[in-house]
């Protein structure tokens, strides 16, 4: 953990510079923190600043300098198109396009106020999971499942990893650990014009060990990644969903109602679901949606003590709590010792949310 700067090299300089500099030593501070207790005593740089904490506006010294360039172009302009000098017109121009430029600059910094304490949470939902970082020891074993899932065959090809991400979970049945991933993958396209658009796609998902059925493949129809080749007695499921199976009858044993149901209410909230399962004992579990990492921040770096109460406290991730307690559903369901011909309703609860 670098040490925290100290205070006093600041206290020659204006409010405005001396804020920006505290705000470059906290993003420095947050990008190698290792526990919430890193990230607060980061958020700790700005205790001695007056409150709330914000940038003070037009006091920058760019908006002098972006009002004077602007002057002498709204006088430029005006000689040029009417050969005379309208002074009144040149002084409200050029008034109010110094306002409109100063509320602009105000206006970005206080969005760096934002996204950095967005930044902060973020890290800090991590840890509260228990989330890190998949090792680079493991990445050619991640990489091999790039090869054994057709997930990561979206599109022309994957052109970000964003997360890659590696975690525990302890559920009342089972207890997993897995790797969550996100990705942009990019799709070409024609259009009406016969032109060609090349479009972004996001994809997130989990890797989890699931030796309890093999061979196995459940994809929204939308995807049309392969005709089916068993229905269940669902008709709602078998309208959304296509199974490719290679063995019917263990198929039938493992796809009882309680899990069509609990796959139905995943898929009702969560785009182009797909659960794969290889092989060698392996389930990827994908979905086009990108807000698993999501979370509700109530404040922010403006008031840091509120903040710093709010990064020790347990941050929670509603979408990938259902998602992982989704994955503990289907461990349980499989499990010959639950009664799967129960009448449950889903227990798996999905939120919609903003992007990741």
């Known amino acids: 953990m670098k040490s925290v700067p100290n205070s006093r090299k600041f206290s020659g300089l204006g409010h405005n510079a001396r804020l920006e500099r505290l705000l470059d030593n906290i993003e420095g501070l947050v990008a190698v923190a290792q526990s919430d207790t890193d990230l607060v005593n980061a958020i700790s740089l700005l205790d001695p600043l007056p409150k709330p904490v914000r940038f003070k506006a037009n006091t920058h010294k760019k908006n002098i300098l972006f009002g004077a360039y602007f002057f002498l172009f709204c006088g430029a302009v005006n000689i040029l198109l009417t050969q005379t000098i309208d002074f009144s017109l040149f002084l409200f121009g050029t008034a109010g396009l110094f306002y409109i430029g100063s509320s602009m600059m105000h206006a970005e910094e206080?969005?760096?106020?934002?996204?950095?304490?967005?930044?902060?949470h973020q890290r800090?939902?991590?840890?509260d999971y228990g989330l890190e970082p998949v090792k680079h020891s493991e990445l050619p074993d991640f990489k091999g499942f790039y090869r054994q899932f057709h997930t990561f065959e979206h599109g022309s090809y994957i052109s970000k990893v964003h997360h890659l991400l590696s975690g525990h979970y302890q559920g009342t049945d089972h207890s997993f650990t897995y790797r969550y991933f996100h990705i942009t993958y990019t799709k070409a396209g024609r259009s009406k014009d016969a032109e060609t658009h090349v479009r972004p796609h996001g994809r997130c998902g989990?890797?989890?060990p699931f030796s309890l059925v093999k061979n196995l493949r459940i994809s929204d129809h939308a995807l049309k990644f392969f005709k089916p080749t068993?229905?269940?007695?669902?008709?709602?499921?078998?309208?959304?969903?296509?199974?490719?199976?290679?063995?019917?009858?263990?198929?039938?044993?493992f796809l009882k109602p309680a899990l069509l149901r609990e796959i139905e209410a995943a898929g009702a909230v969560l785009s182009y679901i797909d659960l794969e399962f290889n092989a060698a004992g392996?389930?990827?579990f994908s979905f086009d949606d990108t807000t698993t990492l999501n979370g509700m921040r109530r404040?922010?770096?403006h008031d840091p003590a509120a903040f710093k109460e709010e990064i020790l406290a347990h941050n929670n991730m509603s979408n990938m709590d259902a998602a992982l307690e989704f994955l503990h559903r289907l461990m349980k369901y499989s499990d010959n010792n639950f009664d799967q011909n129960t009448n449950t309703q889903s227990a798996t609860k999905f939120k919609t949310g903003s992007t990741a």
């Open 206 to 208: 989990f890797i989890v």
């Open 230 to 253: 068993w229905n269940s007695g669902s008709n709602q499921f078998n309208i959304r969903f296509a199974v490719e199976a290679s063995d019917d009858l263990a198929t039938a044993k």
């Open 110 to 120: 206080t969005d760096q106020l934002i996204h950095l304490s967005e930044q902060i």
């Open 124 to 127: 800090s939902r991590l840890f």
């Open 282 to 284: 392996d389930l990827c």
């Open 299 to 301: 404040t922010g770096l």
